[in-house]
């Protein structure tokens, strides 16, 4: 049973430019939710997709957006990169029905803005 | 959602039992309280969770007081493949409802356990 699988693993990136990162969620599992870490630090929730939808949305711009597909995989895209921005992107799914517990996360993204 | 507080870092030797202890004051009712363990470049893994009392299962123990105003997660006869980053976190049992939660990290505590 494959687990959250994210794409790619690393990534190298020009300040200004844009960048889209995907997540495949674990198999079974409808909810997929977004989060930054920088380095050092815990990780930052960015937004939770459900049903195709953004149900909740953290601290971040509006730069930061994101999508669901029907098949429940998601993208997470960036515009106008600063340097701030440089770090382990994380996805992680569940499922709404909470019969099993939680979130599984993938290995993230690491994502450098130079 | 409640707020964690953990030590920033704990250093343990090979084969002791390490306790890292946790905060989490305003604590609320249908709060559970859910631990993960996090190696450098992977994401966070889900090690145990529990409501009250004493939680065990294969890789750790959960020890929570009466009051639920804080928690003790127990690693027995660490090894150096648990030096790791361990996070502390407070998650609402929506039950029946949406699981439109997040989940809140603080920044965990880095355990370091040497030869």
């Known amino acids: 049973d494959a687990g959250v699988t994210q794409s790619p693993t690393h990534l190298i990136k020009t300040r200004g430019q844009q960048v889209t990162l995907r997540c495949s969620p674990k198999s079974g599992h409808d909810t997929v939710s977004w989060y930054q870490q920088a380095l050092g630090q815990g990780p930052q929730f960015i937004f939770q997709?459900?049903?195709?939808?953004?149900?909740q949305r953290g601290n971040f711009p509006d730069r930061f957006s994101g999508h669901q597909f029907p098949n429940y995989s998601s993208e997470l895209n960036v515009n106008a990169l600063l340097l701030g921005d440089s770090a382990l992107y994380l996805c992680a799914s569940s499922r709404s029905d909470r019969e099993q517990y939680g979130y599984t996360f993938g290995s993230g993204t690491r994502l450098t803005v130079v | 959602l409640a707020k964690t507080t953990q030590p920033i870092s704990m250093d343990s030797y090979e084969g002791q039992e390490v306790n890292i202890t946790c905060s989490h004051n305003?604590?609320?009712?249908?709060?559970?309280i859910t631990w993960y363990q996090q190696f450098p470049s992977q994401g966070p893994r889900f090690i145990i969770q529990g409501y009250k009392t004493k939680v065990t299962n294969e890789v750790a123990s959960l020890f929570i007081p009466a009051d639920r105003k804080s928690s003790t997660l127990s690693l027995p006869r660490v090894s150096l493949s648990d030096t790791a980053v361990y996070y502390c976190?407070?998650?609402?049992?929506?039950?029946?409802?949406?699981?439109?939660?997040?989940?809140?990290f603080g920044s965990g505590t880095r355990l370091l356990v040497r030869p």
């Open positions: 305003n604590i609320a009712t249908n709060d559970y």
């Open positions: 997709y459900y049903e195709e939808e953004e149900r």
């Open positions: 976190l407070v998650d609402p049992d929506l039950g029946w409802m949406d699981s439109s939660y997040k989940l809140i």
